[in-house]
Each structure stands twice: as structure tokens, then as C-alpha cells.
């Protein structure tokens, strides 16, 4: 419990822990803000790292002169998008392991959802791989999934990348233009939680969404 106090804490108020970052450790604040993402994007074990906040903190930091906002972006956009093709690469090799583990035991693998989800993902993956970056969670395990689909991976790059691009700049340049605002800056912590709830609202509307179609569905 007192683990996830203290990670809520950092969450929260993640100005004043960043702030204390970029005055100890000066440049090299870019490297652990390019682990930070790289890690939230890249591995599938860690999709609870602050993201969207991050992003938009470290905007508001760079406009008070603590970072250059150029170089930032820059940073932060190549752990995005190298942690998601990390993550992309990750999940086809595992894929093909388990096509190939499912050849001779049928039961742990079901081909047919397997092609199903490569068939959702050249379909619509474009848009997934675009729209994911901005669901927490989602943005970790769509690059798995889309590897593990083995979606096409120049479809899949070009689309990301765009998504990356998006992602990065607009959250950023969002914080560097507004973060320091007197009224954003004395409600920052609820400016974090809203980012966040607003965030997750996708997820509960198509969990509500599946909910009522299954019930609907049930005779």
C-alpha cells in the first residue's frame, strides 16, 4: 500500500518530482524522461507509467526554461515511437512462436482468432495504431497485439509514427503553452486527473458497449 501511495504521489504531482529531476540531474533529464516513455510504450509489464501527464508536464517545464522545448520533442518522440516498435517486434516474434507451438497442440492456440486478428488489424490498425496513443493501457498493448497479428509492418510504422507525432507534440505543446497558467498551475492535480479520466473514457465506453451487447445478445 505504501508502494502505491507513493506512486500516486509522483502521479499527482508530477511538476514538483520533475522539477526536482531536472534541477539534480540537468541534461540528463532527457535520457530518463526517453526511459520513462520508452519503457510506458515498449514493455508490456509497464502500461502504468505516467504518460499523457508527462508528456504535458514536461511541456510546461521546458517553457520556464528548465529544458529546451525542440530538443524535447525530439526525445520524447523517438522513445515513443522506437518503445512501440520495440513492443510491435516483441509481440510478432512471440506470435510466430506460438504459431508454431499451436501446430502441434491444438488446444493452446486457436488459429481462428489469430486470424481474425490479423484481419482486424489490416483492416483497421491504421486507426488503431493512431487513436491507441492516446488510451493509457492501450497505447502499451496495441504495438504488441498489431506485432502479434503480424500486421504489415510498413502500414503499421507509417501509422504509428503518425500517431507518435500527434501524441507528442500536441501534449507537449499543450503544457509548454498553458502549463504554467496561474489557474493550471494551481490546479494542476486535478488538471492531471482529468487528463487521465478523460483518457480511460474510451475504455469504460466500449467495456459498457460489449456489456450491453452481450445482454442484449442473451435470450
Not at 531536472?22 to 505516467?50: K, N, Q, R
Not at 520556464?64 to 522506437?82: F, H, K, Y
Not at 503553452?177 to 483518457?199: A, E, T, Y
Request: include cysteine; charged fraction near 10%.
Amino acid at each position: 500500500m505504501e508502494i502505491l501511495a507513493q506512486f500516486i504521489d509522483i502521479v499527482l504531482h508530477l511538476d514538483k518530482h520533475l522539477a526536482i529531476l531536472v534541477a539534480d540531474y540537468g541534461i540528463w533529464i532527457y535520457a530518463i524522461l526517453f526511459a520513462i516513455i520508452f519503457c510506458e510504450t515498449g514493455l508490456v509489464v509497464t502500461p502504468f507509467l505516467p504518460g499523457d501527464s508527462l508528456l504535458f508536464v514536461a511541456g510546461a517545464l521546458a517553457a520556464t526554461g528548465g529544458m529546451d522545448i525542440g530538443v524535447l520533442i525530439a526525445v520524447l518522440l523517438s522513445a515513443a515511437v522506437l518503445g512501440d516498435n520495440t513492443n510491435y517486434w516483441i509481440g510478432r516474434w512471440f506470435g510466430f512462436k506460438v504459431l508454431h507451438w499451436g501446430q502441434g497442440a491444438p488446444r493452446f492456440f486457436n488459429r481462428d482468432a489469430y486470424d481474425k486478428a490479423h484481419a482486424f488489424y489490416e483492416k483497421y490498425g491504421p486507426m488503431t495504431m493512431t487513436v491507441a496513443r492516446f488510451i493509457p493501457f492501450v497505447r502499451t498493448f496495441a504495438p504488441f497485439v498489431a506485432g502479434v497479428a503480424r500486421m504489415t509492418y510498413l502500414r503499421y510504422f507509417l501509422f504509428d509514427l503518425l500517431g507518435g507525432v500527434i501524441w507528442v507534440v500536441s501534449l507537449s505543446l499543450a503544457g509548454y503553452w498553458f502549463g504554467n497558467l496561474p489557474v493550471v498551475k494551481n490546479n494542476l492535480s486535478f488538471i492531471i486527473i482529468g487528463i487521465i479520466v478523460i483518457s480511460v473514457v474510451p475504455i469504460a465506453v466500449g467495456w459498457l458497449r460489449a456489456r450491453l451487447a452481450c445482454r442484449a445478445a442473451q435470450p
